[in-house]
């Protein structure tokens, strides 16, 4: 039997959005994968390192799953509750997490690591990558493209400026990289297509990715949610587009 409007707000409303693992989604919305699979990629690439930095790693999921590790490996995350279950879960691995701000500097020195890694920063702070790695050490990141999930977002709160499109655009991500000093040699943007099957998904996603619509509440936007909704119930699922971008940059290896 379908569940009401009401059962399904109060259970997205009240489940957990800690860590970055989206399983409660599951076949309640889909979201297609990028090609170059991120997580294999960068199991290969910590399986060659000796040092590597994951930066914002979130919950510590997706760097746990492409252990084994190198000899030394950290973590950084802003959030306590996530830094606590990253802690909990990366520790066993020989992983140390650290508390730090989405912001520079990093608590590392120069020169600390031949591998840095970063799945969906909120922010990228290109000067500091470049300064904790080694000469000939790599950046690896998948990133949140322009206009990801936009149907979604312009669904509750209207037509989005220029700016707000051209954010995220790996064109700019390019240039901040090559001024911090780095050669960047990867560059591969997808658009993938994403589902909500309910309104709960809906208000779990906006929950958990909270730059979507900045200071989202179901109380602000009930009147919104009732809408889509029904319109879910009469049409099927909501579809949006997601963009993912696969970015690797180098550090000039040092003059011989």
């Known amino acids: 039997m379908a569940r009401t409007f009401d059962e399904l707000v109060a259970e997205a409303s009240s489940v957990s959005v800690e860590g970055w693992d989206f399983s409660w989604l599951d076949g309640r919305a889909t979201e297609a994968r990028p090609s170059w699979g991120y997580q294999r990629l960068i199991r290969e690439r910590l399986a ?3 040092t590597a930095l994951d930066i914002q790693t979130g919950g510590g999921e997706v760097l746990a799953g492409a252990a084994p590790l190198p000899r030394l490996m950290a973590a950084t995350e802003s959030w306590p509750p996530n830094l606590a279950k990253a802690t909990a879960l990366l520790h066993p691995l020989g992983c140390v997490v650290v508390a730090n701000a989405d912001e520079p500097p990093l608590p590392f020195a120069d020169a600390a690591f031949d591998l840095v890694i970063s799945r969906h920063p909120v922010t990228v702070w290109w ?14 990141s998948q990133q949140v493209g322009p206009e990801s999930v936009f149907e979604l977002v312009e669904y509750f709160l209207g037509p989005r400026p220029a700016e707000d499109r051209r954010s995220r655009h790996p064109d700019d991500a390019t240039a901040a990289a090559e001024e911090a000093g780095l050669e960047v040699v990867d560059v591969r943007l997808e658009r993938l297509r994403t589902e909500f099957y309910d309104i709960g998904a809906v208000i779990y996603f906006l929950r958990k990715v909270i730059w979507m619509v900045p200071g989202f509440t179901v109380e602000q936007y009930l009147p919104r949610l009732r809408e889509l909704h029904e319109r879910l119930e009469s049409e099927g699922p909501f579809v949006a587009t997601t963009t993912r971008y696969l970015f690797e940059a180098r550090k000039p290896a040092a003059a011989g």
Do not use: K, M, N, S
């Open 48 to 50: 060659r390192a000796e």
């Open 127 to 140: 000067t500091e990558i470049a300064r904790v790695l080694r000469p000939g050490g790599a950046y690896l």
